[in-house]
């Protein structure tokens, strides 16, 4: 049955709909009259030599492509679902050698390596340090008079610092790395004033800042992580171009999207007053996961088939790309009761927000769950009347639920 809701020409990837708002209301259409639907592009529009793809937005449905990469892949035309129109195919081909765009075999080879980062041991090493950074943060912004933007002042701050922690970053160069990231995924943005060239130039920058740490540790090994993954040159090693793009990712999935989260879930407890009062006396388990499914920091990805399938009654053809839309599925209410309620207290929570399961869930959710913990505890000891003062400013994206500003007063 068509959707009517949805009109001609609409598209769930248009950076200037997410730059306003996450699309709700025709998520919950489609889910309803059109669970996969056909939303077409004009050739080279998201950076391909196609006609559109396919809108897939209903939670089993995410699962079920998510957990078959035999038939869809993440390979073939990368998991970015839009890049810049001008984009060349080399640079987007280049891409697919980031963790995030392989397929089994060979991401499961570099998947095994680099797990060792994220085992709960190493986490829990990490986790004094990073309560202690919480707190700084959180009091270095109580310092400020007035109001103040809670993205700089302190969403940001936590998943760098844990991101370089994890693999060694010196504390001076941590500012590069922020730098670098940021201008990874702001080329949609016109107030950035970012192009893709400076957004490539930033990649360089960063895989060859990693790189650089790689042949160091190659040559010197130490008790760190960094001389775990690479120094060894054998099956069980990263080679030094392969650490350089894992840290290119990490940039960006785990400092990028854990930051939008904090952002997000500061912005629902102070429209939800009931939820943060709930938080502040109780402090729930539940609450990260919440967050993170309230937030979704990555509204989609996208997969490409390998074959002739079918999914959603429609008929997908080999080589379509597939949009797999988490923000879509993580309010589906065959799912989630109430779904469009913010509950910290919601359990179970199968959220997608860490990916719909299979090779490409998210290596890092131990960690993003631990800094998201951390740093709203931090929050409700040290400035537990927070306001709003302002609604949040929107990135311009195609596929990240971004917040490049949050204006806050204690």
Not at 164 to 183: H, T
Not at 219 to 237: F, M, N, Y
Not at 253 to 272: C, K, P, S, V
Not at 275 to 293: D, F, G, M, N, S
């Amino acid at each position: 049955m068509p959707c009517p809701a949805l009109p001609d020409g609409f598209d769930f990837t248009d950076p200037d709909l997410l730059h306003h708002r996450v699309p709700l209301p025709e998520f919950a259409e489609l889910r309803r009259a059109e669970p996969v639907r056909w939303i077409p592009q004009t050739a080279n529009l998201a950076g391909f030599q196609d006609e559109g793809y396919w809108a897939v937005t209903r939670h089993a449905d995410v699962k079920y492509v998510s957990t078959h990469p035999e038939i869809f892949s993440s390979f073939l035309n990368t998991a970015i679902i839009r890049f810049n129109e001008h984009i060349e195919r080399d640079a987007i081909d280049a891409q697919r050698l980031i963790l995030l765009n392989m397929d089994p075999p060979e991401h499961t080879r570099v998947r095994q390596i680099v797990q060792r980062v994220f085992t709960p041991r190493a986490i829990r090493a990490l986790e004094e340090r990073l309560r202690e950074r919480a707190g700084a943060i959180v009091a270095g912004a109580r310092e400020n008079s007035g109001s103040f933007d809670f993205v700089t002042s302190v969403a940001c701050e936590l998943p760098l610092q844990a991101i370089a922690e994890l693999i060694g970053i010196p504390q001076d160069d941590r500012a590069k790395i922020f730098d670098w990231s940021n201008k990874m995924i702001a080329y949609d943005d016109p107030e950035y004033a970012i192009t893709e060239q400076v957004g490539q130039e930033s990649a360089t920058e960063l895989i060859s800042y990693a790189m650089n740490m790689a042949a160091d540790r190659k040559e010197c090994p130490a008790k760190d992580i960094v001389s775990t993954l690479v120094a060894a040159e054998d099956e069980g090693s990263l080679r030094s171009d392969e650490f350089g793009f894992f840290v290119l990712m990490l940039a960006v999935a785990g400092n990028e999207t854990t930051r939008n989260a904090i952002t997000h879930g500061m912005h629902a407890f102070l429209t939800h007053p009931e939820q943060w009062e709930l938080y502040k006396r109780e402090r729930p388990a539940t609450a990260a996961e919440e967050i993170v499914r309230w937030a979704t920091p990555v509204v989609s990805f996208q997969r490409t088939a390998t074959q002739d399938t079918e999914l959603g009654g429609k008929r997908i053809k080999k080589g379509d790309r597939v949009g797999i839309f988490y923000a879509s599925a993580n309010h589906d209410p065959d799912v989630f009761e109430n779904p469009e309620a913010f509950d910290i207290t919601r359990d179970p929570n199968p959220h997608l927000g860490f990916g719909g399961g299979g090779p490409h869930f998210c290596l890092g959710k131990s960690l993003a769950v631990l800094e998201i913990d951390l740093i709203f505890n931090a929050i409700a000891d040290a400035m537990p009347g927070l306001r709003l003062v302002d609604d949040p400013r929107r990135l311009r994206s195609a596929w990240i639920n971004g917040v490049k500003e949050l204006r806050v007063t204690t």
